[in-house]
């Protein structure tokens, strides 16, 4: 028996379950063999103050503090390092950089840039490509893993239970407790913490609640080697303005991506041929690499709701059920001030001060603001 069960061992999950254990017993609940093996495992996070809309912005803003200053003795390392993120506008494009830097939060600006400065920034580009850019500096690479397994050595320490090869077959709840049904054996708690990522949806239905409409939507990369006479490490990230198309150093080598985000089950996500095939033309009309070959590809399945804010809260019709769910693309930016709001509200039902501080309220992030637009769920509760 637990005080709280979290379904789902990425960072979402691992970041709420060592909050939780801070006060509570908790079973952390993993269907794969290790954490953290489909999104978390994939992504090669950026911490951008400035990416999403304005509640994403505001959340990630949020987790700036625990990821410049993680507690004492959390991580060996620093989690964050310089790396800076330039935006391109092609020919005819420029004016789309004016929306970019007039929306920049004050504590992360945003700069126009000439051509001539940003080809000498990053000398990669195709001259011809580029008429202007903009540079935010604040920009840095997260180290996931080390963010990731910080939280599962930190649950671990607090007594936290992680569980793998663990799928969740059945949830019932009965005498005021859930009953979570996994590989022959039962995890009882008070209160599940629904991690799931993809499969959050599933999950829900299993215990009886309406889905959030979660669409999960495939995002692919690859890597390539970067030419030897250009030292690409101090390397800023590059995007284009009015596209979702990126391209960073990542370990020695280039890591782009099309930008894709097409629609699909919850499933191991895998790269597909047009995908690739997409990253690597754009990588090579942007820039001067001779792709001859593609070191690595990958996919991963980034989850959203209609809004595009995360969803964070009880369930409006199922007692004890919360919903940590929906991050989309910020879930590694999003980890540490979704786990702290997660924690306040399952404590005290409200959300840390520096949450309303920053314009994101309750109802804005909470599930019962999907009310009107949930889709019925097609898996009926049991019964038990």
């Known amino acids: 028996m637990y005080d709280y069960a979290v379904i789902g061992a990425g960072i979402a999950g691992a970041s709420v379950a060592f909050e939780l254990a801070q006060v509570g017993t908790v079973a952390l609940i993993e269907a794969e063999s ?32 625990f990821l410049l200053n993680p507690p004492s ?10 790396r800076g993120l330039l935006t391109i506008a092609g020919p005819g494009q420029e004016a789309r950089l004016d929306a970019i830097v007039e929306s920049a939060a004050g504590e992360a600006p945003v700069h126009h840039l000439s051509a001539k400065k940003a080809l000498a920034l990053v000398p990669l580009l195709r001259p011809e490509v580029v008429a202007a850019a903009a540079y935010e500096p604040g920009v840095m690479d997260i180290d996931v893993d080390a963010l990731h397994q910080a939280y599962l050595r930190g649950f671990k320490a607090l007594d936290g239970h992680l ?7 059945r949830i019932a709840r009965g005498a005021g407790q859930w009953g979570i049904e996994v590989a022959g054996s039962t995890i009882q708690a008070a209160i599940v913490i629904n991690a ?19 669409v999960p939507k495939r995002r692919s990369a690859i890597v390539a080697d970067a030419p030897v006479v250009i030292d690409i490490n101090s390397l800023p990230a590059v995007d284009m303005a009015g596209s979702e198309a990126y391209f960073k150093p990542e370990a020695g080598r280039i890591m782009a991506s099309f930008g894709d985000e097409t629609p699909t089950e919850p499933q191991d996500a895998q790269p597909e041929e047009l995908d690739i095939a997409l990253a690597a033309d754009w990588l090579q009309r942007h820039t001067i690499i001779d792709l001859r070959r593609i070191a690595h590809s990958w996919a991963g399945l ?13 369930d409006d019709a199922l007692d004890d059920f919360f919903w940590l769910a929906a991050q989309g693309g910020y879930g590694i930016m999003m980890g540490p001030a979704l786990a702290q709001a997660s924690r306040s509200l399952i ?35 049991s019964s038990d």
């Open 302 to 314: 980034r989850t959203f709701v209609s809004d595009d804010a995360p969803v964070v809260g009880f």
């Open 196 to 214: 799931a990522g993809a499969w959050a949806d599933q999950i829900g239905a299993m215990a009886g609640a309406q889905p959030l409409g979660l």
């Open 347 to 381: 404590q005290h039902n409200r959300l840390p001060d520096d949450f309303e501080r920053r314009g994101v309220s309750q109802g804005g992030i909470s599930p019962a603001r999907l009310s009107d637009v949930r889709p019925r769920s097609v898996i009926e509760p």
């Open 34 to 65: 290790r954490a953290g093996y489909h999104s978390t495992g994939r992504s090669a996070a950026l911490y951008t103050p400035n990416y999403g809309n304005a509640v994403v912005r505001a959340i990630n803003a949020g987790s700036g503090p």
């Open 163 to 169: 569980l793998c090869n663990a799928r969740v077959r």
């Open 73 to 82: 003795g959390f991580a060996d390392h620093p989690l964050l390092t310089p």
